[in-house]
């Protein structure tokens, strides 16, 4: 679901960020972009030398200048001045000189925010408070279904493994023979069910799915079947399967369900999922294939494009 934010000044681009990012950031740099195709990003505040901090701006100037975006905003969450002072610096001279309008960089911290200046002998603006919990946009967010956690943790902690379920499945598994043409059929046959149904995977269907799901032709099966209106279905399905997935069935269990976060829009999501199929495998083709897309911020109606004539392309061997 799309929902249409008009910021008209810091305390509202403030209470944008949590409800386009899915949570609230800390110690991070934000930039929201307007005009083109818009989008939104979120690093790590760089350490504090001129590599690192070019190497941010590099890695937030490239997809603008892609998507050809028209305004950016930036919002640097951190407890110290001098850190937002040198990112605005750097930020701002290489935006303005690719043409990009400014509109403000802010630093905000433990309630406050305040104006960041460039250059050297300015300082920043008195701290004010700003509350993005109570404003407009958070209850705009909840009637349009979208929930914001605390931090990327908190999002983090909805991928994480039950331990009580992953025991159950993993036995299922190991007892189950060698896969053949009708399981996978099956497999196909079983996700569509819960997509339509709602319900959660149950203990047989999920060891017959992930007892496939390291088969090419399974993966692109779940990709091909996921469509912008019904991707969260997907998405629920999916978080549930990986949530109970063995060691050996992470990475592919991850990186379907990271394509889905995608097609949700939800970014944070799917660097989280992405994380938990590198953590068991670091070169996975689809889990990095993810992965360029959504650094490079590429749009999730660009997998209308790689659809095409109607057939998936196989890129997840």
């Known amino acids: 679901m799309t929902t249409t934010l008009a910021a008209r000044g810091p305390e509202d681009l403030l209470a944008a960020v949590p409800v386009v990012l899915g949570f609230r950031p800390c110690d991070s740099l934000v930039m929201l972009t307007f005009g083109g195709t818009s989008f939104h990003a979120r690093l790590d505040l760089p350490p504090p030398d001129d590599e690192a ?47 990009f309008g400014v509109i403000g960089v802010i630093r905000a911290h433990d309630g406050h925010w305040c104006h960041v200046p460039i250059r050297a002998d300015a300082r920043e603006s008195p701290p004010a408070p700003y509350d993005d919990i109570h404003h407009p946009f958070n209850a705009q967010a909840v009637v349009a279904g979208l929930v914001t956690l605390g931090s990327r943790e908190e999002v983090r902690a909805t991928l994480a493994p039950d331990a009580e379920r992953r025991a159950r499945w993993s036995g299922l598994i190991d007892g189950r023979p060698l896969p053949g043409p009708a399981e996978v059929e099956r497999a196909r046959a ?128």
């Open 190 to 317: 079983q996700v569509a069910a819960w997509v339509r149904s709602g319900e959660q995977p149950d203990d047989d269907g999920a060891a017959l799915v992930l007892g496939v799901v390291s088969r090419v032709e399974v993966r692109d099966a779940a990709l091909y079947a996921v469509t912008r209106d019904k991707a969260v279905d997907h998405l629920r399905v999916w978080v549930s399967l990986l949530r109970g997935a063995p060691d050996a069935q992470v990475p592919d269990t991850a990186a379907v369900t990271a394509f889905c976060a995608w097609q949700c829009g939800h970014g944070a999501l799917a660097w989280c999922a992405l994380d938990r199929c590198f953590d068991v495998d670091p070169r996975h083709r689809l889990g990095a294939c993810l992965a360029e897309c959504l650094a490079r911020a590429v749009p999730p109606s660009a997998w209308e494009e790689v659809m095409g004539d109607g057939e998936p392309r196989s890129h997840s061997a």
């Open 53 to 99: 901090v070019s190497e941010a701006v590099q890695a937030l100037l490239a997809p603008s200048i892609t998507h050809e975006v028209e305004h950016v905003a930036f919002v640097v969450y951190s407890g110290d001045a001098g850190v937002a002072r040198r990112l605005a610096a750097a930020l701002v001279p290489a935006f303005v000189a690719h043409g």
